[in-house]
């Protein structure tokens, strides 16, 4: 291994289902990695059905046909998008093109954590901005800028607090941004946002060269297994990504299943009602059992336990519920819990109310 590489600590994802309890058993209800447990559009499933008997292909290297359909819908060209094996290789992608060996890069912690080990593969050094009220601090972050710096991370919503920051302090952010530093604007979650204010970046980006959005096919639309996201960047910017890209890092079915699940608006308005409605009844049950939580533009809930949070992580667990534990993010009394089906969410919130009990664990 390269010696630069040997710090680059684990990457740490939701404990993989088959291994939670270690008994080979599944916990009946998994919500830990933020995946949409709807499901993903019957359009799509028929799509990749379709595309099946063409996998003696190579794929189209550009992703044309999702590409026309996906610029059409956000309307953007053709070419300022750059689609990835999942959000995480755009995340690469970004570090190796625009971080250059010892600039510093900038992220909100806590956040997503593959912006450091993107930015320690990259050679770069990790500087971490802690969040303010448990949102990213983007005027700490403007302020330490240096002629050092290469680029920033920013999530929003951000992963795993919820919070978001609106569009007009996006632009004041991105004012403050000098032309050497480049800003990784993640949107994973973009699809749950209710608020208006929430930023309209692919409008932004156009403008900003030194700018790119991430978005995924791997939350609202269900597509976690297929591995597809993508980047919208101006047009030389998404060539300068394109570069690196390896060709062709798509499969034939996560274009084909991308691009039916973008024709299935339906489905993914059952998505939105279905997390809008259930997050109400977490924020709700949290509030009657006298819990705090933070309010969450996202497909998953944060709530404070007041205590560690660990004992009852590893008893929902026992109890065939995996949840995330607050402990790997830093904040060790609270637990991360994706929104799921009405029935999954009942589940969770009566064996929380039971694990809160004074004689519980
Ligand atoms: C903030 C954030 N960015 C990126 C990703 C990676 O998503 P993908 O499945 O598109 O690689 C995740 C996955 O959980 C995430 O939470």
Redesign the pocket.
């Known amino acids: 291994m390269r010696k630069q590489l040997q710090g680059i600590p684990a990457f740490l994802p939701a404990k993989p289902a088959s291994e939670a309890n270690g008994q080979g058993r599944l916990p009946d209800v998994r919500l830990a ?2 995946e949409n447990t709807l499901g993903f559009s019957p359009l799509a499933a028929a799509a990749i059905q379709a595309a099946v008997s063409r996998l003696y292909l190579y794929p189209d290297s550009q992703a044309s046909s999702l590409r026309s359909k996906l610029a059409a819908k956000l309307r953007v060209d053709p070419g300022q998008l750059v689609f ?6 755009l ?1 690469s992608l970004a570090a190796y093109t625009f971080l250059a060996p010892g600039e510093e890069a900038l992220l909100p912690s806590p ?2 954590g ?1 912006y450091r080990v993107a930015t320690l593969a990259a050679g770069g050094i990790p500087v971490t901005v802690p969040l303010r009220n448990h949102a990213v601090d983007l005027d700490e972050i403007a302020r330490r800028i240096s002629p050092t710096t290469g680029l920033v991370w920013l ?1 929003n919503p951000n ?1 795993p607090t919820g919070s978001y920051f609106t569009d007009s302090e996006l632009r004041l952010f991105l004012d403050r941004v000098p032309p050497h530093v480049f800003v990784v604007l ?1 949107e ?2 973009r699809e749950f946002a209710e608020q208006e204010d929430f930023p309209d970046t692919a409008a932004l980006v156009e403008r900003c060269p030194n700018a790119a959005v ?1 978005r ?4 609202a639309y269900g597509l ?1 297994g297929l ?3 993508y980047a919208i960047a101006a047009a030389d910017t998404a060539a300068a990504l394109n570069r690196l890209r390896l060709p062709p890092n798509l499969g034939i079915l996560a274009e084909a299943g991308a691009a039916a699940s973008l024709e299935d608006e339906a489905f993914l308005q059952s998505v939105l009602d279905n997390n809008r409605i259930e997050k109400q009844r977490y924020y709700e049950t949290f509030q009657l059992l006298g819990l705090s939580y933070l309010p969450s533009e996202t497909n998953f809930v944060m709530v404070d336990l007041g205590r560690d949070s660990g004992p009852v992580f590893e008893w929902l667990l026992q109890e065939g519920i995996l949840v995330r534990p607050g402990r790997d993010f830093d904040m060790p009394t609270w637990l991360r819990i994706t929104i799921g089906r009405p029935e999954e969410n009942r589940a969770v919130l009566a064996k929380l109310e039971k694990a809160l009990q004074p004689s519980a664990p």
Do not use: H, M, V
């Open positions: 990695a933020n990835g094996n999942g959000s995480f290789e995340l956040s997503f593959w999530c992963n993640d994973a979650y991430l995924t096919f791997s939350k976690a591995r597809i996201g």
